[in-house]
């Protein structure tokens, strides 16, 4: 592995970086730098060995094998700037990488750091419209893309680096940082934007009094938008242009559907629909993974303890469930849980399990 690691922006990503480490009781310090409040806290739930506040650069900065950038955009450039400030405190190479949502400033400032620096651009696509340490999770990079950029004297992770991804269950994926800037625009920025304008923009007669009523559509496309301004103001700034030239043909192609509507152009609505299926079907299956997930769908009575008894005898059989949901509760009735697995085998398997104790389940 590596001796220690240093998080400068003790948040969600590193708070989750720093509880997986320390849940696997693996030999490597911790070093949190962040503001008083949060060490504060992270004190309170021992989630690091040493703790530094952000102007404390003469000891936070020596002495680490891997430095990890974890703030808002702006904060991770202008960390980049206190470290080339601060050259002369090193004594050897120190790995430095971010996980910031934008990569060409970033990469740009990153890649022109003095040695003994050795600047690694990293974004991994892992996360939550959650924020703090309270809701950090061990568990959320596994399975997930963490893309990044290398410098042009590089060919290839360094083992620090590599190591530590590997430790964390994420699939590391090269990518250069204009490609990354201008793929997020459209996965990712544009996205959260459409969401934001659609809970922003909808009706006061019916925010006002029906929201209530909405279902599972509006819920998906909408949670999102209670994503913290904070952290995407950065973001907006540093990929402004790509993400205006994806919004202006998302908003193209709306008009479009809306004038198709309007004159009762069911053939080109129908196109519409092909193509958005199209691009739907090759997602690949499960919430934040880089590999396929198979999945079931169990229908349960509203009882107390009907999940546990669809959860226990899975357990009992040693079959892993990459991931849960609850989609729909009916009070007094009953509802559906959605139980994700790495391998058809397991799904095939987890379905004969659950008939065998008389609990239907079908694949998704």
């Known amino acids: 592995m590596f001796n220690s690691i240093t998080l400068v922006g003790f948040g969600l990503l590193a708070g989750s970086i720093a509880t997986a480490i320390r849940q696997a009781k693996l030999p490597v310090l911790i070093r949190a730098v962040s503001s008083k409040e949060t060490l504060q806290r992270a004190k309170e739930l021992s989630m690091a060995d040493y ?112 190591k530590l991804l590997n430790f964390l269950g994420s699939r590391p994926v090269q990518i250069a940082p204009d490609t990354h800037d201008f793929a997020m625009a459209w996965l990712s920025h544009a996205p959260q934007l459409l969401s934001t304008s659609i809970a922003a923009g909808i009706s006061p007669e019916v925010a006002s009094n029906k929201l209530h009523l909405a279902g599972r559509g509006f819920r998906d496309m909408t949670r999102i938008a209670g994503s913290s301004w904070r952290v995407w103001k950065d973001i907006l700034e540093t990929n402004k242009k790509n993400i205006a030239d994806a919004l202006g043909i998302y908003a193209q192609n709306a008009l479009e559907i809306r004038n198709e509507l309007e004159f009762g152009q069911q053939a080109k609505l129908e196109s519409y629909f ?7 079907c090759n997602l690949e299956t499960g919430k934040n993974y880089a590999y396929p997930l198979f999945e079931i769908v169990i229908n349960i009575p509203d009882e107390s303890g009907s999940i546990l008894n669809s959860l226990y005898p899975l357990a009992e059989q040693g079959i892993n469930i990459r991931d849960i949901e609850l989609m729909k509760v009916r009070e007094g009735i009953g509802g559906t849980l959605l139980l994700a697995f790495k391998s058809e085998k397991d799904a095939s398997k987890a379905i004969k399990i659950l008939e065998n104790r008389g609990i239907n389940a079908v694949s998704r």
Not at 274 to 280: A, K, S, W, Y
Request: with cysteine; aromatic share 10%.
């Open 274 to 280: 092909l193509r958005g299926n199209q691009t739907r």
């Open 51 to 162: 703790f530094f506040e952000y102007e404390d650069v003469q000891n936070w900065l020596p002495n680490s094998d891997l430095i990890l950038l974890c703030g808002p955009i702006k904060h991770i450039l202008s960390t980049i700037g206190i470290l080339k400030n601060n050259v002369e405190l090193l004594c050897g190479d120190v790995i430095v990488s971010d996980i910031g949502s934008t990569k060409e400033q970033i990469c740009s400032a990153g890649f022109a750091l003095p040695k003994p620096f050795v600047f690694i651009g990293g974004h991994p696509m892992a996360g939550s419209e959650k924020r703090g340490i309270e809701h950090s999770d061990p568990s959320i990079f596994e399975n997930a893309y963490w893309l990044y950029c290398l410098p042009e004297n590089l060919t290839e992770l360094p083992d620090p680096m590599s």
